[in-house]
């Protein structure tokens, strides 16, 4: 298993455990975030990009699946049209880690946590994003906006996950 952090830092030596801001998360331990190979494409945008990621897990159903891909894939990354040109342009640094500290927090969107501080194993920098999502055999949508493709994901048996839709336009 592999995993990784995702960050536009290129000079991260040390990963130091913090509290998480998550108020359903115990507060009283510091931890490291890392996911896994399978939900890496959730993350390969800017942090701020709003974006609606979604994939086919293993309780998903036949029908979702024609309703939600089309092209082959089996997984998707949706992001609004206004960050297209941001993140043609943007660099991302890919933080492995040694799998030995971390355990499962999260199945569905993939996330690792450790209760240690970490040191990166390889730093892998990737400066065409979009390739690197292609790459992955993900399909990227580009939308005008994300709530109805959220609204409808959201009541769906896809795995998903919905990051930084504070900065998306409203509805």
């Known amino acids: 298993m592999r995993l990784f952090h995702v960050s536009e830092d290129p000079n991260i030596k040390d990963f130091i455990p913090r509290i998480p801001y998550r108020q359903d998360l115990d507060q009283s331990q510091g931890l490291v975030w890392a996911l896994n190979e399978r939900c890496l494409p959730n993350f390969l945008t800017p942090r701020d990009c709003p974006r609606v990621a979604y994939h ?11 309703i939600f891909f089309s092209s082959g894939a089996r997984h998707v990354v949706a992001i609004e049209h206004g960050w297209f040109s941001i993140i043609a342009s943007a660099k991302l640094y890919l933080y492995e880690f040694d799998p030995i500290n971390f355990h ?12 240690h501080t970490e040191r990166p194993i390889d730093i892998i920098e990737i400066r065409d994003l ?3 999502l292609f790459e992955r055999d993900v399909e990227v949508r580009i939308l005008n906006r994300l709530w109805d493709l959220r609204d409808k994901v959201l009541v769906s048996s896809l795995n998903w996950s919905f990051c930084r839709m504070g900065n ?4």
Do not use: E
């Open 56 to 66: 086919v897990g293993i309780n998903t159903r036949a029908d979702d699946i024609d």
């Open 168 to 171: 998306a336009r409203p509805r």
């Open 104 to 115: 499962l927090q999260d199945d569905t969107a993939g996330y690792y946590i450790s209760h």
């Open 130 to 132: 979009f390739g690197a």
